[in-house]
């Protein structure tokens, strides 16, 4: 709390502190962490697009389509909006300019004629493997600053904050 809100009445509380009272509530998007969690998240993201998007031309849903197929090959559309929580329709779009491109190929499913199945084509695992490495480096370089207790803290933090906003859809 500022020194001067001890000294003078007519100074009110930081945001995080004020009583709660629906009508006088501010949102400090500096210090409300799903928004800072967000712009975090989309800095980092942009890093790594810098890399592919001028190299290969993938916009980042093609990206993250790709990278989860790159690990986990033979998924449908549905598990691959469920894994990188992109909405469906951008999963869909992003399918679909991979499979224009040949980037991506589609099976039907052995057991249920309507799934398909996704994988990386041999271009998508080309490039894939360019990227896969550059990904990892852009990592390395944005947790340097932190010390392995930190990184190991950062992960857990993750995890447990990740688990715990699952059950807001639940809901």
């Known amino acids: 709390m500022r020194s001067d809100a001890k000294l003078r009445p007519d100074v009110p509380p930081p945001a995080s502190h004020a009583p709660h009272d629906p009508e006088k509530a501010r949102l400090d998007l500096d210090s409300f962490v799903p928004y800072r969690l967000s ?13 592919y998007s001028s190299r ?30 992109m909405d469906k329709v951008q999963v869909s779009r992003a399918v679909a300019r991979l499979l ?46 932190l010390s392995e207790d930190e990184r190991r ?6 995890t447990k904050l990740s688990r715990h906003a699952k059950t807001f859809l639940n809901e």
């Open 56 to 85: 290969f031309g993938l916009t980042i849903p093609e990206w993250r389509v790709m990278a989860v197929l790159g690990g986990r090959p033979g998924l449908s559309a549905r598990a691959v909006a469920e894994r990188t929580e």
């Open 100 to 145: 224009r491109a040949r980037r991506v190929q589609r099976t039907a499913d052995n057991e249920d004629g309507r799934v398909t199945r996704l994988s990386l084509s041999p271009r998508g695992r080309a490039i894939y493997d360019e990227i896969a490495p550059l990904a990892l480096r852009l990592e390395r370089d944005f947790l340097e600053l």
């Open 39 to 51: 712009v975090l998240s989309n800095r980092v993201s942009k890093a790594i697009a810098n890399e």
């Open 153 to 158: 803290a950062l992960d857990q933090l993750m």
